[in-house]
Nanobody, 114 residues
Framework: QVQLVESGGGLVQPGGSLRLSCAAS???????MYWYRQAPGSQRELVAQ???????SYADSVKGRFTISRDNAKNTMTLQMNSLKPEDTAVYYC?????????WGQGTQVTVSS
């Protein structure tokens, strides 16, 4: 029922910044949201999460560099990524869990060149 679309990925040099966005086709109010990433040949990893009330948590690998936020009125979630490193290279996915449903976007590629 709910579709998610990520945007904002691209190629950036180490130390640069990118801002990813996730747009939902329906309301996200009252439910948590998540950012995951998956590098080639690796497991999908949880990067950041935000509760319905705006409480946030981050993977140790991105803590202090990434910031997750949400705008319930616009049905969007963002991931501000600063001080990017080559190891941040991956496809980034947004995730929304509501009731018995688990919604995923198609992902957006982030490449940090050396």
């Amino acid at each position: 029922q709910v579709q998610l679309v990520e945007s904002g990925g691209g190629l950036v040099q180490p130390g640069g910044s990118l801002r990813l966005s996730c747009a939902a086709s329906g309301s996200i109010f009252g439910w948590p949201m998540y950012w995951y990433r998956q590098a080639p040949g690796s497991q999908r990893e949880l990067v950041a999460q935000i509760s319905s009330g705006g409480l946030t948590s981050y993977a140790d690998s991105v803590k202090g560099r990434f910031t997750i936020s949400r705008d319930n009125a616009k049905n969007t979630m963002t991931l501000q990524m600063n001080s990017l490193k080559p190891e941040d290279t991956a496809v980034y996915y947004c995730n929304f869990r509501q009731w018995r449903n688990d919604y995923w976007g198609q992902g957006t590629q982030v490449t940090v060149s050396s």
